[in-house]
């Protein structure tokens, strides 16, 4: 059984900064792509950002220039770089592989914005 497990979330001031991990229990290359989501309360959740198993990145409009994916690959880890945090990306984020067989969720972990 895939294992996700996010770690790094906490409360931080607007425009500070957070690093957020995705732990796989399986090389994360082997996955076709591993993405970071995020939910708010009351909304829908959304892509913040996606790497490709060749390392093709891209990122939502709204963290683009903020926010950075990049990897540990003895560690099987995929990071979250989050800079120049506001208030708006205050929300549960959660990571997810997905395999051609299909797609494996962490549980999530709570970044809050706020002063």
């Known amino acids: 059984q895939v294992q996700l497990v996010e770690s790094g979330g906490g409360l931080v001031q607007p425009g500070g900064s957070l690093r957020l991990s995705c732990a796989a229990s399986?090389?994360?290359?082997?996955?076709?792509?591993m993405s970071w989501y995020r939910q708010a309360p009351g909304q829908q959740r959304e892509l913040v950002a996606s790497m490709t198993g060749g390392g093709t990145t891209i990122y939502a409009a709204s963290v683009r220039g903020r926010f950075a994916l990049s990897t540990d690959n003895a560690e099987n880890r995929l990071h979250l770089d989050m800079n120049t945090l506001k208030p708006d990306d205050t929300a549960v984020y959660c990571c997810r592989g997905r395999s051609p067989e299909m797609k494996y969720w962490g549980r999530g972990t709570q970044v809050t914005v706020s002063s």
């Open positions: 399986k090389n994360i290359f082997t996955f076709l792509s």
